[in-house]
């Protein structure tokens, strides 16, 4: 299959894009053609310092390497590298309903945040541009978190109205969404998803020292049940510990909470403290050693870069000659 994602360098990523996507990536990576980009075109459709938008890029390049993707296997691009992104979307923009991107859930929940001066057409354009992340690789699986589904969908509406329309140019991709962990919660609010910029102190990211992960969640909002179970509707802040704890021993939350029985609430947070910790450790140490070769990553994304462009520049000369467009 042909696989297709990518994360926003808007800071250090977290458990939840780990859990929620880079996990499926890195078993994907073994037996399908995957493309995986550093989603900066993305990034700037939120307030952003240029400088620190340049280090996350290479930030963000770093951890993916650390995490485990590897160039040999799979693309890594930036998408800004590769221009035929920023083409396509105006493309696929004429052809994308204006009602359809205003019920956008994270359109309306980005713009809710934000001061009227900051929302920008690009907030808006957001989901075209990703439809055209997508559809430039004829993507068949888009590996996401659940909060990602809706815009995989419109990416799919867009693939198969443009196909109807000029004759068959796309294929209609389907999104890859993890069964328990498709949204871990913010430790400090339940009803939020995980976010470092929302809030770090409800986050453990892949830069946090061992003190801030033991501090945060320490500090996790649970309930006053003295009973250990599962139950994420009605207990979804221990649910989500247990959710965590679980993905990192590869057993099912329901059996963690098995494991758990008669213990405090305290006990379990101090053994997932632990089990976090040892696992993001050597995460880092690997992360320090790539940040020191600003040359080799370089060179990394350069490659990535030749080969993205190869395929995005025939897709678009496909669809610019189907909609009749001089290319
Ligand atoms: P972002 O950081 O918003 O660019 O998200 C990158 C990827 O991580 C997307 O596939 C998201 O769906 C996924 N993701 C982000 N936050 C969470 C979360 N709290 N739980 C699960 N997946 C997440």
Redo the contacts with the bound molecule.
């Keep these: 299959m042909i696989i297709f994602?990518?994360?926003?360098p808007?800071g250090p990523?977290?458990i939840?894009?780990?859990?929620?996507?880079?996990r499926n990536w890195l078993e994907l990576q073994k037996n399908n053609q995957c493309f995986f980009c550093i989603?900066n075109l993305?990034a700037i459709t939120t307030p952003f310092k240029s400088e620190q938008l340049r280090q996350e890029t290479f930030g963000l390049a770093a951890l993916y390497l650390s995490l485990g993707l590897d160039p040999h296997q799979s693309t890594l691009f930036v998408q800004s590298q590769v221009k035929e992104h920023a083409e396509m979307t105006w493309l696929l923009s004429t052809i994308t309903p204006m009602g359809e991107l205003s019920r956008m859930t994270q359109y309306k929940e980005k713009s809710d945040r934000l001061k009227a001066s900051q929302i920008n057409a690009g907030l808006f354009y957001y989901p075209v541009l990703m439809a055209a992340d997508i559809l430039l690789y004829q993507t068949e699986a888009v590996?996401?978190?659940?909060?990602?589904q809706q815009h995989v969908e419109l990416a799919r509406s867009l693939a198969q109205k443009f196909n109807r329309q000029f004759g068959a140019t796309f294929k209609a991709p389907k999104s890859l969404i993890?069964k328990n962990?498709?949204?871990?919660?913010?430790l400090r609010d339940p009803s939020r998803?995980?976010?470092?910029t929302d809030d770090p102190r409800g986050a453990v990211s892949f830069l946090d020292s061992p003190e801030e992960i033991k501090n945060n969640v320490m500090r996790a909002v649970t309930d006053s049940d003295r009973q250990i179970k599962y139950d994420p509707q009605r207990r979804p802040g221990l649910a989500n510990l247990l959710i965590i704890y679980s993905s990192l021993e590869n057993i099912s939350p329901q059996e963690a909470a098995q494991q758990f029985v008669g213990q405090s609430y305290q006990s379990i947070k101090e053994e997932l403290s632990q089990k976090l910790i040892a696992f993001i450790e050597p995460i880092q140490s690997e992360y320090q050693q790539w940040i020191k070769q600003p040359q080799k990553l370089e060179e990394i994304l350069t490659a990535g870069q030749e080969q993205a462009q190869t395929i995005a520049a025939q897709t678009l000369a496909k669809a610019q000659q189907k909609m009749g467009l001089l290319g």
């Design positions: 994602s990518g994360i926003r808007t990523i977290h939840g894009n780990y859990l929620g996507a880079i989603a993305h590996p996401v978190g659940e909060d990602q993890p962990q498709a949204r871990i919660r913010s998803k995980m976010s470092k």
